[in-house]
Nanobody, 120 residues
Framework: VQLQASGGGLVQPGGSLRLSCAASGSMFSINAMRWYRQAPGKQREWVASIISGGAINYIDSVTGRFTISRDNVVNTVYLQMNSLKPEDTAIYYC???????????????WGQGTLVTVSS
């Protein structure tokens, strides 16, 4: 199983970006899918999560600006980021709890990260 994140880049304050994270490989089910970020010199922090039943949660600092969604047909989680601020600058990572087959527990997989830079 692999997670491939994409969509990062350079954007001006107030701009928007859409991140994607696609899961591939042998999978029985995908449970929770999440986005984390790590700013320069800081610890990695959780940003948003969406579980298979649809429940969604956000860190307070992005509530109202970021939207997490998922497409179960293509096994992809998205993060729509609007009204971006310089403090959103970070490497964004996705992870997912994936059950490889019907007999296994779920394992947590991480994507490789995609850099988001918010600067004028």
């Amino acid at each position: 199983v692999q997670l491939q994140a994409s969509g990062g880049g350079l954007v001006q304050p107030g701009g928007s970006l859409r991140l994607s994270c696609a899961a591939s490989g042998s999978m029985f089910s995908i449970n929770a899918m999440r986005w984390y970020r790590q700013a320069p010199g800081k610890q990695r922090e959780w940003v948003a999560s969406i579980i298979s039943g649809g429940a969604i949660n956000y860190i307070d600092s992005v509530t109202g600006r970021f939207t997490i969604s998922r497409d179960n047909v293509v096994n992809t989680v998205y993060l729509q980021m609007n009204s971006l601020k310089p403090e959103d600058t970070a490497i964004y990572y996705c992870n997912a709890d994936i059950q490889p087959d019907g007999y296994s527990i779920s394992y947590r997989y991480w994507g490789q990260g995609t850099l988001v830079t918010v600067s004028s």
